[in-house]
């Protein structure tokens, strides 16, 4: 029987979440409509409740997919979005959105396209370190302005939650005093380097949330399914190798929360297994000891998009 909670219970801004989630960003147009929506109503089958979108995603589609398959929404579901970018026209479909105007407009978007009063919780999308797009020129947006904005939403009721996603240390510890209840950041067991943001939001009870959890398509992000050492693990235990990553990340650090990603419910359906993975010690320190590596800083928009 498939668990209540995939992954066991935990929260985010007190609001009890799954561990296992799942990331919306590839429901677009290249997904047929109802396929989407079946996918979507089969993850809260499953008992996903945390969601993670964003008005940019296609513009606007993904919002409108989740709307239409799970409106209305169970009082249990935490739909999760971002903001920092805008759609665009050109090779790369998004630009950023850093300007605290920006940022409103944005949850003004989410608020119509999901058909909700309250975003759960948006996500400030920093853009002054890689992986993706860096800010340049009036988009070099100071954080403290950017935190100004996002508390009016807040006190406005347009938003539940503020969380942060790419940021360095730095960065949390400076947005830490607004109240943030998640970071995004990219992590896997192939890239650690956001090690110290991790065990920050670990010590102030902030979730974490990891994007490119299994590595990415884009050049230069390393698979983790591709790893020796994950293979033999998967081998030795009858699970897939993705499904051995995400299981590591659950075990890593009781904060995190995963968003992966698919267009499969095949492997929606592998994904929330890993919840039921139990590693043994010696698998767990044999996949510790794997050596990290830094994933590249590419330039181009799935580097900037978060790959659950």
Not at 207 to 219: D, K, N, Q, W
Request: hydrophobic letters at 45%; proline letters at 6%.
């Amino acid at each position: 029987m498939t668990p209540r909670h995939p992954g066991g219970l935990s929260s985010i801004d007190s609001r009890p979440v799954a561990r296992v989630g799942y990331g919306a960003m590839g429901l677009g147009p290249s997904v047929p409509a109802d396929d989407a929506e079946a996918l979507l109503r089969r993850a809260l089958e499953l008992g996903v409740n945390h969601i993670d979108t964003a008005s940019f995603y296609d513009d606007g589609e993904v919002n409108r997919r989740i709307r239409g398959a799970l409106s209305p929404y169970p009082d249990d579901l935490v739909i999760v979005s971002k903001v920092g970018a805008r759609p665009a026209t050109g090779p790369v479909p998004l630009a950023l959105a850093q300007r605290p105007a920006e940022l409103r407009a944005a949850v003004e978007r989410d608020l119509t396209e999901l058909g909700v009063e309250r975003i759960a919780v948006a996500n400030l999308r920093r853009a002054d370190i890689g992986p993706g797009l860096v800010a340049t020129g009036d988009q070099v947006v100071d954080l403290d302005d950017q935190l100004a904005e996002m508390i009016a939403l807040r006190d406005e009721g347009k938003i539940a939650a503020i969380g942060m996603s790419n940021i360095d240390l730095d960065t949390a510890r400076r947005a830490a005093p607004a109240g943030i209840v998640c970071i995004q950041n990219a992590y896997n067991l192939l890239n650690r380097t956001g090690a110290d943001v991790l065990e920050f939001a670990r010590q102030q009870d902030i979730a974490f949330v990891p994007y490119f959890p299994l590595g990415s398509a884009f050049p230069g992000f390393p698979k983790v399914s591709q790893n020796a050492v994950v293979r033999a693990v998967a081998a030795e235990t009858g699970a897939a190798p993705a499904q051995i990553g995400l299981a590591w990340l659950l075990a890593h650090a009781p904060n995190i929360l995963l968003i992966a990603g698919t267009s499969s419910i095949d492997h929606l359906e592998q994904n929330v297994r890993c919840g039921d993975i139990r590693l043994s010690d010696t698998a767990i320190a044999a996949l510790d000891a794997v050596p990290g590596e830094q994933s590249a800083h590419g330039d181009g928009v799935e580097a900037f998009l978060d790959e659950g």
